[in-house]
């Protein structure tokens, strides 16, 4: 059964809560895995959209932004990603670990701590660049 417009709500595993991903996830991350969820089939878990649709549906404005959050949402567990088509122009495709249906990726570990601070560095890092390009431009 695939989501359509006539569908106005999907489900979440409470493992999203349950575990350390609120903590340590930022907010465009988990953004990125909602907009992946109401893309996703119910059944495979399979999802599609593209970049700019990420941005435009999450409210996140740089692709780069999105890039950062779905590489997160990988070193989690969360979603797996593949490439279509060749070249080097394909298309990515993502399966959405949802906690249902046992697309569970229990398989990839939790990040080491290394790659935790990474991640939290990276995540200020954005979260700065993005306030002082806020700051310039409401001036």
């Known amino acids: 059964m695939k989501n359509t417009d006539e569908q106005k709500f999907m489900m979440i ?6 575990k350390d991903y609120l903590s340590t996830l930022s907010g465009n991350a988990i953004k990125v895995y909602l ?6 089939d119910n ?13 435009d549906d999450s409210g996140i404005r740089k692709k780069e932004t999105v ?3 779905l590489d997160d ?12 088509g ?16 046992n697309r569970r990726f229990e ?3 939790t990040p080491t701590e290394a790659e935790q601070e990474k991640i939290i560095k990276r995540n200020l890092r954005i979260d700065s660049d993005n306030k002082r390009k806020n700051k310039t431009t409401v001036k």
């Not at 595993?13 to 349950?18: A, F, P, Q, R, V």
């Not at 878990?45 to 941005?55: T, V």
């Not at 080097?88 to 249906?101: D, H, M, P, T």
């Open 13 to 18: 595993s409470t493992d999203l809560i349950n």
């Open 35 to 40: 907009v992946l969820m109401k893309y996703s």
């Open 43 to 55: 059944d495979s878990g399979l999802a599609w959209p593209s970049i700019f649709r990420i941005c």
């Open 67 to 69: 890039r950062a959050a």
């Open 73 to 84: 949402l990988i070193v989690w567990g969360l979603i797996k990603q593949t490439t279509t």
């Open 86 to 101: 060749g070249g080097g122009k394909g298309s990515n495709r993502y399966i959405v670990a949802s906690g249902l249906y």
């Open 107 to 109: 398989d990839l570990s």
